[in-house]
């Protein structure tokens, strides 16, 4: 099959959430169809991110590059037609009409557009074109939960970005033959009355890559992740500010790791002799071996944390809150552990740093159960079946 995936990033390197996914759904559809991948990017893709793609895209690799500019007007433009931010941001007039070309001269059987911000490109092309959207998780829950906990002057922006994403994601629907999402409490939250016919595709996590390491840990907590994305912002100022230093009145020698690509203003503020802001690094996994105990306390924000899959297949012992379990659907207690507000949260944490050896039988649970729930192949054999 001639197929053609759109995607809102470059696959690689793979220091965000989409770009995960999309990695490794190329990987696993490139052995079976012939991939044609056209990527826009508002960052420099170097020869070494291509090398890392390029084998996977027999049919071709396009990217088409974002400027400033041409974000902030093609931001401008979304505003006055009344679509959300978050899809004029990615629109660009040119890329429109190097899709069209490349869709008339590759011919494609079927279309993966990955995100909602993507779905714009293949208006004109409903219904002749075969097409399955992968939502991935739902954007307007997150802005509408994000303007729950803006400043005020805030949060009338957030408010209704949310609301023209949350009807954008609903007219979307009628554009593609199949959906998919990653996990059912996000498909609950599309407000469309066929939405029991988005499949869940989940992701899935290389238990080879992320394995444990017998090495002596440095910092008794880590949370990672994209450190620009405000759900990850506002999980990390909530861990520093609030549970940490629960954390640090029993034990007071406690400290903090927080690892990720791009940290805003607010996490580098975070930065203090008890919290350490690395930014990205080459191998995440040193993070995850440098630490006792991941947390990962998410107040905001959709989807499914790759960090806790991650942290689970190196058998860190994980605590996290509800918000983030309700899509990983672990089981609290045996698999990790789950708890809200600050206190229970440093509760949870001190009880693994006071007794070591149930911490080591809950990393190992983990493992065990991200090994038997989360396996890349399974997933994209699951979306692959849409494409038929």
């Keep these: 099959m001639k197929l053609l995936v759109l995607l809102s990033r470059f696959p690689y390197p793979l220091d965000k959430g989409d770009k995960l996914r999309a990695y490794h759904q190329l990987r696993h559809l490139a052995r079976h169809h012939e991939v044609c991948l056209f990527a826009l990017s508002d960052e420099l893709v170097t020869a070494a991110d291509r090398a890392a793609v390029e084998p996977l895209c027999a049919g071709g690799l396009h990217v088409h590059s974002l400027s400033r500019p041409g974000i902030a007007l093609n931001m401008t ?5 009344g679509l959300p931010l978050q899809v004029g ?15 008339r001269q590759f011919r494609p059987d ?40 803006a400043p005020l002057w805030q949060r009338p922006l957030w408010l209704r970005e ?31 009355p066929h939405r029991a016919q988005i499949q869940v595709v989940l992701n899935g996590i290389d238990t080879q890559f992320f394995q444990p390491r017998a090495t002596a840990p440095t910092y008794e907590l880590l949370f990672c992740g994209n450190m620009s994305y405000h759900p990850n912002v506002d999980a990390a100022v909530f861990l520093a500010e609030e549970i940490l230093p629960l954390v ?6 406690a400290r903090l790791l927080i690892a990720g690509t791009t940290p805003s203003a607010r996490v580098l503020a975070l930065a203090s002799a ?31 944390q790759n960090k806790l899959l991650e942290a689970m297949a190196m058998e860190r012992p ?4 509800p918000l983030a379990n309700n899509a990983l659907r672990g089981r609290p207690g045996q698999d990790l552990l789950v708890g809200e507000s600050a206190p229970e949260l440093a509760a949870l944490i001190i009880g693994l740093l006071n007794d ?33």
């Design 77 to 81: 433009r979304a505003l006055a037609q």
């Design 89 to 103: 941001y990615f629109y660009d007039r040119t890329a429109q009409g190097h899709l069209d070309a490349l869709i």
């Design 110 to 149: 079927h279309v993966y557009c990955q995100l909602i911000r993507m779905a714009h490109y293949l208006r004109a092309h409903v219904p002749q074109l075969p097409m399955t959207i992968d939502y991935m998780d739902v954007f307007s829950k997150g802005m509408l939960r994000r303007a729950e906990n």
């Design 162 to 192: 949310g609301r023209r994403l949350r009807s954008y994601e609903a007219r979307a629907f009628d554009w593609f033959r199949h959906h998919t999402i990653i996990s059912d409490q996000d498909r609950q939250l599309i407000e469309h």
């Design 248 to 253: 640090r009145q029993l034990h007071p020698e």
């Design 274 to 304: 008890a919290v350490t802001v690395s930014g990205r690094l080459p191998d995440i996994r040193d993070a995850y071996a440098a630490t006792q105990v991941f947390v990962a306390p998410m107040r905001v924000g959709t989807g499914l």
């Design 318 to 321: 994980c605590v996290t809150t």
């Design 356 to 388: 070591p050896a149930a911490a080591a039988t809950l990393g190992q649970q983990g493992r065990r159960f991200v090994q038997e729930h989360y396996d890349w192949e399974a997933a994209t054999n699951k979306l692959e079946a849409l494409f038929q």
